[in-house]
């Protein structure tokens, strides 16, 4: 089983709502990744959690904000957004084991900031 | 600083034919590389990787190839086949960093 799960698949939201993006992987993982992507761009990482503890945070603005609650789950909270947060939001999980390493992501949650 | 290059935006290649994807870094110090397959609005896929200490790996109808000392690696993708159009990005990161590292895509189109 290699999979990322990831919901809601799409999200619509105005700049004053608050909501909250979901991960899950039972690979048993111990890193996992949010990223952001924007057409015909490569993914932008966003923050890491290693652990469960968040290790890497690409100086990203305070409105979006990570939680691991557990090894398996990942969840990014989403308040008062602005229109150019509208993007492809992107959960992985990472394993680095016998020599070799390797990333999964799940689908996407497509949001769209009006 | 572009640590990871993907020098063709695009290839187009006919069906059955070999599709060769090629990807250049800068960063010695990188570990593992890894290619992905990204449909639009979906997850990138992954595909295969391979560690710094090899210079080939092989997985069904995809090899990567390893050239250190010139710091360039590609993606054999044979036969060909019309589900392969997509868009492609080469990965890296350093062991321990916990950070991939993307090239920038190049977009493939399989001629039927």
């Known amino acids: 089983d290699t999979e990322v799960t990831q919901t809601p698949k799409h999200l619509v939201m105005g700049m004053t709502n608050k909501k909250s993006l979901k991960c899950e992987q039972h690979?048993?993982?111990?890193?996992m990744y949010w990223y952001k992507q924007k057409a015909k761009k490569p993914p932008e990482l966003m923050f890491v959690y290693s652990y469960e503890k968040l290790s890497i945070n690409e100086s990203v603005p305070s409105r979006f904000s990570p939680e691991c609650p557990n090894s398996s789950l990942l969840n990014l909270h989403l308040h008062a957004l602005q229109p150019e947060d509208s993007a492809l939001y992107l959960c992985?999980?990472?394993?680095?084991?016998?020599?070799?390493?390797?990333?999964?992501f799940g689908p996407g949650t497509r949001l769209t900031v009006l | 600083d572009q640590q990871v290059k993907q020098n063709s935006p695009s290839l187009s290649v006919q069906e059955g034919r070999i599709s060769i994807l090629n990807c250049d870094y800068t960063n010695s110090m990188f570990d593992y590389f890894l290619w992905y397959k990204k449909y639009p609005a979906e997850g990138p896929t992954f595909l295969i990787s391979?560690?710094?200490?090899?210079d080939k790996n092989e997985d069904g109808r995809f090899t990567v190839f390893l050239n250190k000392s010139a710091k360039h690696l590609s993606l054999h993708i044979v036969p060909s086949q019309p589900g392969d159009s997509a868009v492609y990005f080469c990965a890296a990161v350093e062991g321990g960093n916990e950070k991939l590292t993307f090239g920038t895509g190049t977009r493939l189109t399989i001629i039927p």
């Open positions: 992985a999980s990472s394993q680095d084991q016998n020599g070799m390493y390797t990333q999964y």
């Open positions: 690979m048993g993982h111990r890193a």
């Open positions: 391979i560690s710094s200490i090899k």
